[in-house]
């Protein structure tokens, strides 16, 4: 089918659009802790599923301590610190703006790997550093009744946006560390069977740690309790399952499948347009009011993120 790969990554933009919006209700109903908790097992427990019906093991063998050490500070740092801060942009800032502010991971994910694992930074990378940045600050920033630049946002909300791409960034480069520690030691003769799964296999390690952190958090601050008050909470239950489906299931999923069937870079430019796709929903949902200048910056961003892969 002509254009399958580029229809596969326009469904994922649309697919983490959903789990956005999905998120923000769900952590309005649920709270941003309990929220991550019930996210955090869903998908674990979808992760040994798959892995158990991929890998014949519900748990991934061939991973060591290395793999195993990279990919929990992986889950820590991304879900953990990562999500935590999206989820309270959402919050603070809505959905719309948190999504704006993950066109920052490129970025973030760019430098790190350079300072962690030296890899190149080159001037195409700065050159996408720069639009993105200047896409979101079009967005985020305006002018007051005294026509000094002023944020048109909460700051704190705009810090949350930071930390969640930050998260995500370095996150990324922690799961690259583990995924080749965790190939590495995959038996060469079994490897190419089973390498598209690894993946997966990876992600379920990250979200052990995604789960025990945000478990250990509620725990320690005795809210405990919460947990079960969720349970009657039909709506926000509802939010987060289309959230873990949309999202780190569905969404991953399609996302590996849709660079099979054309180039990574155009699959990865066509999945950023989150941020541009999510305006009208979030019109509809939230009452967000739509501004030329929130749109240009989010297309600039979108640019600013496809330059990352299409100068490459």
């Known amino acids: 089918m002509t254009y399958l790969g580029e229809l596969i990554s326009l469904g994922v933009a649309f697919s983490w659009t ?10 309005k ?10 996210r955090m ?3 674990l427990l979808l992760s040994a599923l798959l892995m158990w019906c991929t890998l014949g093991s519900p748990y991934p063998v061939y991973a060591n301590e290395e793999a195993w050490t990279w990919l929990l500070a992986s889950g820590v740092v991304g879900y953990f610190f990562g999500d935590w801060c999206l989820f309270n942009s959402y919050l603070t800032i809505g959905s719309r703006y948190g999504q704006l502010f993950m ?7 760019a430098f790190f790997a350079w300072i962690m694992i030296g890899q190149t930074l080159s001037w195409n990378a700065l050159l996408a550093m720069a639009v993105t940045l200047l896409g979101i600050a079009i967005s985020v920033l305006g002018r007051n009744e005294k026509h000094h630049v002023s944020l048109g946002l909460p700051f704190k909300g705009i810090l949350f946006g930071i930390g969640a791409g930050l998260g995500q960034g370095v996150g990324l480069v922690l799961s690259k560390i583990g995924l080749d520690h965790y190939i590495a030691n995959v038996p060469s003769d079994v490897l190419p069977s089973i390498e598209n799964y690894l993946p997966f296999a990876s992600n379920m390690i990250r979200c052990v740690a995604g789960l025990v952190c945000f478990s250990a958090w509620l725990i320690l601050s005795g809210h405990a309790g919460r947990m079960r008050d969720s349970l009657h909470e039909h709506r926000g239950l509802l939010a987060m ?6 999202g780190p299931f569905i969404g991953v999923g399609f996302s590996l499948m849709a660079v099979q069937y054309t180039a990574a870079g155009i699959a990865s430019t066509i999945m950023a347009m989150t ?3 999510i305006l009208l929903p979030s019109r509809w949902l939230f009452h967000q009011p739509i501004t030329l200048r929130g749109v240009i910056g989010a297309v600039i961003s ?3 993120v ?6 490459n």
């Open 103 to 109: 066109t920052l991971a490129p970025m973030f994910t």
């Open 275 to 277: 941020p541009i796709i």
């Open 302 to 304: 979108v640019i600013g």
């Open 29 to 38: 109903r649920l709270g941003v802790f309990v929220m991550n908790v019930w």
């Open 41 to 43: 097992a869903v998908a």
């Open 306 to 311: 496809s330059l990352f892969f299409l100068l």
């Open 18 to 27: 959903i789990a956005a919006l999905s998120s923000e209700i769900g952590s």
């Open 241 to 246: 399952m289309i959230a873990v489906f949309s």
